[in-house]
C-alpha cells in the first residue's frame, strides 16, 4: 500500500513536502512515482525515483522539486519549491517500474496506487 500525504494551502512562492509511506513491500524492490491530476485535467507524471536512486522528472518539476526516499523508513517524499497556482493539484504516489513511470506521465504501467493528497496553491 502507498499513503500520500502532505498536502495543503500555501502561497505561490511557498513550499510544501510531500510524503508516501510504503507498507506492503520495500523501497529495495520497487520504484516509485509521483503524480498529479488537476481538476478537469489529464493525470500527469511529476517525478521518479528508482531502487538505485535514479531520479527523473518531468518538465513541470524540473529545478523546483526534489525527490528523495528513506529506505530504512519505506518512505518518499516529494520536496516541492517556488509553488505556483498550477501546480494545484492531487498528488498521487505509485510504484512500478521507473520505465513506466518515465516513459508514461500519464500513469500507463503502475501497479499499486495510493490515495491522494491535495495541493492547492493561492495566488
Known amino acids: 500500500q502507498l499513503q500520500a500525504s502532505g498536502g495543503g494551502l500555501v502561497q505561490t512562492g511557498g513550499s510544501l513536502r510531500l510524503s508516501c509511506a510504503v507498507s506492503g513491500f520495500t523501497l529495495d524492490s520497487d520504484d516509485i512515482g509521483w503524480f498529479r491530476q488537476a481538476p478537469g485535467k489529464e493525470r500527469e507524471g511529476v517525478s521518479c525515483?528508482?531502487?538505485?536512486?535514479?531520479?527523473t522528472y518531468y518538465h513541470s518539476a524540473k529545478e523546483r522539486f526534489t525527490v528523495s526516499s528513506d529506505n530504512a523508513n519505506n518512505m518518499v517524499y516529494l520536496q516541492m519549491n517556488n509553488l505556483r497556482p498550477e501546480d494545484t493539484a492531487v498528488y498521487y504516489c505509485?510504484?512500478?517500474?521507473?520505465?513506466?513511470?518515465?516513459?508514461?506521465?500519464?500513469?500507463?504501467?503502475?501497479?499499486?496506487w495510493g490515495k491522494g493528497t491535495l495541493v492547492t496553491v493561492s495566488s
Open positions: 505509485a510504484a512500478g517500474a521507473f520505465y513506466y513511470c518515465s516513459q508514461y506521465p500519464e500513469g500507463f504501467g503502475m501497479d499499486h
Open positions: 525515483i528508482s531502487v538505485r536512486e535514479s531520479r
